[in-house]
């Protein structure tokens, strides 16, 4: 009869500890925290610029009262009448630059010619590519500013600000005849600037 209670006693006990057992490790994982998910993202590919080319430079030959005259001048693309003039040796002293448009924009193949004060029958038209103040060829009007098409004749501020404004809206002009369809624009004022403009 002892037997049977020592034997039961010691099933009770294991029974008991068992269930210790059990309950712990069940109190174990579930303290444990949830698993963190680390997401690696590769840097973004940097993007190389593309390389854009360099205009190369224009001829503009040069002529009248000037330090270098008809000598032919290599400037940037884009450069005005002033810098050819300069890398001419700029003006002498008896040049005449009140005839002379010096914002005007040079274009390759152009001819800049400075008229002198004491050649009182010289004209500026014998520039073919220079816009002056007194209207002489030749202004590109696809890229003139105020001041390069105000050198035309019956061309004032507001006719040439509505000019560009056509021409910002509508995009270049495509031909000489398009300038009619500009506002105040008529037969006659395009007849008298036709010989003194160009497309490009």
């Not at 001829?59 to 000037?66: H, K, P, Q």
């Given at each position: ?19 210790l ?11 444990r ?15 190389t610029?593309?390389p ?38 700029g ?15 040079v ?5 800049v ?29 696809n ?14 501020q ?23 369809e500009?506002s ?13 403009i160009?497309?490009?």
């Amino acid at each position: 009869m002892p037997d049977n209670t020592s034997s039961r006693a010691t099933l009770i006990a294991f029974s008991v500890v068992s269930v210790l057992i059990v309950v712990g490790l069940a109190l174990i994982l579930l303290s444990r925290p949830e698993p963190v998910t680390i997401t690696i993202n590769p840097p973004a590919p940097t993007l190389t610029p593309i390389p854009t080319a360099t205009p190369e430079p224009i001829l503009v030959y040069v002529t009248g009262a000037i330090a270098q005259p008809e000598t032919t001048q290599l400037v940037p693309f884009g450069s005005r009448v002033q810098d050819v003039l300069d890398a001419a040796g700029g003006v002498t002293a008896d040049a005449d630059l009140s005839r002379v448009n010096l914002a005007a924009i040079v274009h390759d193949g152009d001819q800049v010619h400075v008229p002198s004060t004491s050649a009182d029958n010289e004209q500026v038209d014998t520039a073919p590519a220079l816009p002056t103040a007194s209207g002489g060829p030749v202004v590109y009007i696809n890229t003139a500013t105020v001041d390069d098409l105000q050198t035309l004749p019956r061309i004032g501020q507001v006719m040439a600000e509505r000019i560009i404004a056509y021409r910002e809206e509508h995009g270049p002009f495509t031909s000489i005849e398009q300038l009619g369809e500009v506002s105040g624009i008529g037969e006659g004022t395009l007849e008298q600037i036709a010989p003194y403009i160009s497309l490009d």
